[in-house]
Nanobody, 121 residues
Framework: QVQLVESGGGLVQAGGSLRLSCTASGSGFSINTMGWYRQAPGKQRELVAAITRGGSANYADSVKGRFTISRDNAKNTVYLQMNSLKPEDTAVYFC???????????????WGQGTQVTVSS
């Protein structure tokens, strides 16, 4: 059974840093794009950053220059380094991964359970 397990959220003061990690457990698959989304209270879930298997990354305008996404393909893990955090970054952060299973056709989309990031002013 495949699971995405996130860690690294917490409470931090404005200007501080946090690093989120997300690991896909299981076997029999390869991972295409991995990404981080966030959802603040009363708002829609939005893309924060995504990275392809080859390492090409894209970011939401609101986090460019402050957040860095990276991945370790051997560990099936994606990271999000968040620097210069602002109160408006407060949200639940969700990991997302597109998994391609051996012998199957289309890839499947998986989500983590979410991790809370709270930035105090």
């Amino acid at each position: 059974q495949v699971q995405l397990v996130e860690s690294g959220g917490g409470l931090v003061q404005a200007g501080g840093s946090l690093r989120l990690s997300c690991t896909a457990s299981g076997s029999g698959f390869s991972i295409n794009t991995m990404g981080w989304y966030r959802q603040a209270p009363g708002k829609q879930r939005e893309l924060v950053a995504a990275i392809t298997r080859g390492g090409s990354a894209n970011y939401a305008d609101s986090v460019k220059g402050r957040f860095t996404i990276s991945r370790d393909n051997a560990k099936n893990t994606v990271y999000l380094q968040m620097n210069s955090l602002k109160p408006e970054d407060t949200a639940v952060y969700f990991c997302n991964a597109e998994l391609k299973f051996t012998g199957r056709g289309n890839p499947y989309n998986y989500w983590g359970q979410g991790t809370q990031v709270t930035v105090s002013s």
